[in-house]
């Protein structure tokens, strides 16, 4: 049984990797006015984030349309028996309820579609490992199994710089009173149950990164093999010197710097930082 892996943009693995790796994509788009693109095809994160600053409107997002995904799923069809599709957090956006419809109309391919409840590298992360054991002959089950058991340890916190984004794309989920008082702060968010919850109010960015820091090293700290992930939203630099401080203190993490792209940064505003991870 050949089975192909199929993902959204926002996992936002690069294009070689992709290739390398045989990971199929469906885009996510953003719009800005009449102009929509899509993600990781038309539009490169650095642009998009120019783009938003020198734009009047914010940008909206959308999902990839079930006829793109059907399409996607037929093409498929003429070299793999099956595909197994990771999808951005159901809680957050249709892409997942898109390509199961969308596999429930094809009698072409077997499609098995599972919900990442989480999103960008973090996401990746299921992928990558699922593209590996397709490359090595599992079969979907196999690879689905695994995916479960990934969830048991993989995590992901982040902080924004301004949460009116995520409120205004109706995306942090909470009473509107927790809301109001939460836009004083800066709480570190994470997922539960699908949905992106405030983990802990914070008063500061600098004390948010601290605890975010705090909860990579909590598990790191019990010396298991890991992957880790810093996921930033046009800040490399910064990015890339918590990596370095985190990779001299945890030199059996292996880390990789990701980005929020531009779907995933409409709804957290530039200088959004995360940090992903799971035990191998
Ligand atoms: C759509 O229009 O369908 C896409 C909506 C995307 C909402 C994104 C909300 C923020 C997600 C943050 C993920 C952080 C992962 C570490």
Redesign the pocket.
Known sequence: MKTAILTDS?AYIPQEVRERCHIHMVP?SVTFGNETYREEIDLTSADFYDMVRGADDLPK???PSIGIITEKLEQLSQSYDAVVAIH?SSG????YQSTVSAGEMTDDIQVHVFDSE???M?QGFYVLEAAEMAENGATPEQIMQRLKEMKQSLR?Y?MVDDLTH?HR?G?LSGAQKVVGSLLQVKPVLHFVDTK?VPYEKIRTSKKALKRVKGLLEEVAAEGKPMKATI?HANREEDAEKLMAELQASYPHVEFVISY?GP??GT??GEGAL?I?WYQK
């Open positions: 926002t996510l997002t959308s999902q951005l957050i956006s249709g892409t989480i999103s960008c973090a992901a982040f995520l794309g995306r992106i996921i929020f779907v995933i709804h957290l995360g992903g």
